[in-house]
């Protein structure tokens, strides 16, 4: 099975950035559909953005303009570039596939920004 592996979070001040990796430990190339979601303790899991093998993308209306996802089939690598950040984006930032019927889950990396 697929295995993911984020990198890429920090402390960073408000307006700062970020890159996000997700490193898969197989192909990806004929994964439909992969992407992030945002975890903050004692809430739910919350959807940032999502990327389909045809490179079609889907984003929260809040980070519209400020998040861009991509995806590398060579190198199994799905990235997230955070512009522009908030507070309010503070969170964990997990990367998931669907594949067949599964979703695959990584174990998620920090994010924090300062104010």
């Known amino acids: 099975q697929v295995q993911l592996v984020e990198s890429g979070g920090d402390v960073v001040q408000a307006g700062g950035s970020l890159r996000l990796s997700c490193l898969a430990s197989g192909s990806i190339s004929t994964t439909d559909t992969m992407g992030w979601y945002r975890q903050v303790p004692g809430r739910q899991r919350d959807f940032v953005a999502r990327?389909?093998?045809?490179?079609?993308?889907d984003y929260k209306d809040s980070v519209k303009g400020r998040f861009t996802i991509s995806r590398d089939n060579v190198k199994n690598t799905v990235y997230l570039q955070l512009n522009n950040l908030r507070p309010e984006d503070t969170a964990v930032y997990l990367c998931y596939a669907f594949i067949g019927n599964t979703y695959v889950w990584g174990q998620g990396t920090v994010v924090t920004v300062s104010s």
């Open positions: 990327i389909r093998r045809g490179g079609i993308t």
